[in-house]
């Protein structure tokens, strides 16, 4: 129960520091992040408020999420009947937090009116982004369990091409539910990337079997798998029992701008459904239990450090709870009750065998 909660506190965390109140965001240089916090005296230094530090439109998505996932549903269909509702109803209200165009995009296609199809969305082939990605580890946090695996598959899918109906956005957010079930599992983290392409398959079956854009998608989909091996062959731990993962001998914050610019597919770190979680994934194989060290890889870089700050804290707080992390960070967060909340019930519908 503890770390549900930790999980989606410090995914508000992680967000709020990378927005930086937009500022960060926007930044295209790790160097001066890094710079001006240590000018604000670090991460003890600040403190999370509403006012000052709001969290962005990614934690919003990342809580109707998860008010879905644990409404009274009885079927999958029903749960997506949901989502679109809420999606439809907080797309109106996140404005003022400069909302990623790609949500804004792809909530406008969904039908709440519509039963049977609402949450049917065209191919879209700018729906490539983080989005989808950032709103699903609370997918992994309720459907954890490998028996469930199917679950988790179908409402991850189902859940990101909603608003990015692009195998290279929704299968980021296939991406960030596995790692959350495997955080909730304590599957060793060297294993995580292996194993969630070992999924690609069953994912493609499912896409398959719904028989929606399978034209489109053919032409995209080998693209963020192609990434993640590659990845994965970068940092030494491509094949079973390779679990010591490498990484350069420098690695400050500018090689770490350069690195993550090279894994994106336009120039900006964290911009799309594949690098958003590889660029989390990454700081939790380099940092482990440091939330300090987590904090430089995750989110302080020249990127889109909200979307990967929320993932990386997020499944931090999975891992190891609210161990270390200085209470200016959570204390006053925006919706940190909310969350709180939300967590709890995420933790008993997991956990009650009963429920879809």
Wanted: hydrophobic share 35%; aromatic share 10%.
């Amino acid at each position: 129960m503890e770390h549900y909660k930790a999980a989606m506190v410090l995914g508000g965390v992680g967000d709020a520091l990378g927005y930086g109140n937009s500022k960060w965001e926007n930044c295209p240089s790790g160097v001066v992040i890094v710079a001006e916090l240590k000018a604000l005296g670090g991460l003890e230094g600040i403190t999370l408020t509403e006012d000052d530090w709001p969290v962005s439109d990614i934690t919003v998505m990342h809580t109707v999420t998860a008010q879905a996932l644990v409404s009274d549903f009885w079927s999958l269909e029903d749960l997506y009947r949901e989502m679109v509702k809420v999606y439809v109803e907080i797309v109106e209200k996140i404005h003022k937090r400069r909302p990623d165009p790609a949500i804004v995009e792809g909530c406008a296609q969904l039908k709440p009116d519509n039963y049977l199809l609402g949450w049917h969305t065209p191919f879209n082939e700018r729906g490539s982004g983080f989005g989808a990605a950032t709103k699903a580890m609370c997918i992994g946090m309720r459907y954890w369990q490998p028996e469930k695996l199917d679950n988790l598959v179908q409402v991850s899918i189902e859940c990101g091409r909603m608003t990015h109906n692009h195998p290279t956005g929704f299968l980021g957010s296939l991406c960030t539910a596995l790692f959350a079930s495997y955080a909730v599992q304590r599957k060793p983290v060297v294993e995580w990337g292996r194993e969630m392409l070992k999924v690609i398959g069953v994912a493609e079956a499912y896409c398959r079997k719904t028989i929606r854009h399978m034209a489109e998608y053919q032409e995209n989909w080998f693209y963020f798998e192609t990434k993640w091996q590659s990845y994965l062959k970068e940092r030494g731990i491509v094949e079973e029992g390779q679990n010591s993962p490498t990484f350069p001998d420098r690695y400050d914050a500018e090689t770490r701008d350069q690195v993550y610019k090279e894994w994106s597919s336009e120039g900006v770190g964290g911009r799309r459904g594949h690098d958003a979680p590889m660029i989390a994934y990454d700081a939790l194989l380099s940092a482990g239990s440091h939330w300090t060290e987590l904090c430089n890889h995750a989110i302080f870089h020249g990127g889109e450090s909200a979307a990967t700050g929320s993932i990386a804290g997020c499944l931090y707080g999975l891992l190891f709870g609210m161990t270390n992390i200085p209470k200016g960070l959570y204390q006053n967060l925006e919706f940190r009750e909310r969350l709180e909340e939300l967590a709890e019930e995420l933790y008993k519908a997991a956990n009650n065998s009963i429920t879809p």
